[in-house]
């Protein structure tokens, strides 16, 4: 399971509020236009909200 898919998931199951209109990651390695975890820099940006994820950000 990537990061990415993992976001997803763990935002689903504790409900943590994602917001459609993040495109900009803070992490240095996710990027929009990354096929591979662009398409999930909202719940990855989520995640972090939450504190679920630590990383180095910007």
């Known amino acids: 399971m990537t990061r990415a898919q993992f976001a997803k998931v763990l935002t689903l199951i504790y409900g943590v509020q994602v917001n459609d209109d993040v495109q900009v990651s803070s992490f240095n390695d996710v990027k ?3 096929a591979a ?3 999930a820099i909202k719940y990855i940006e989520a995640a972090k909200k939450s504190r679920s ?3 180095q950000g910007k």
């Open 32 to 34: 929009a236009d990354d």
């Open 53 to 55: 994820f630590r990383g």
């Open 37 to 39: 975890n662009g398409w």
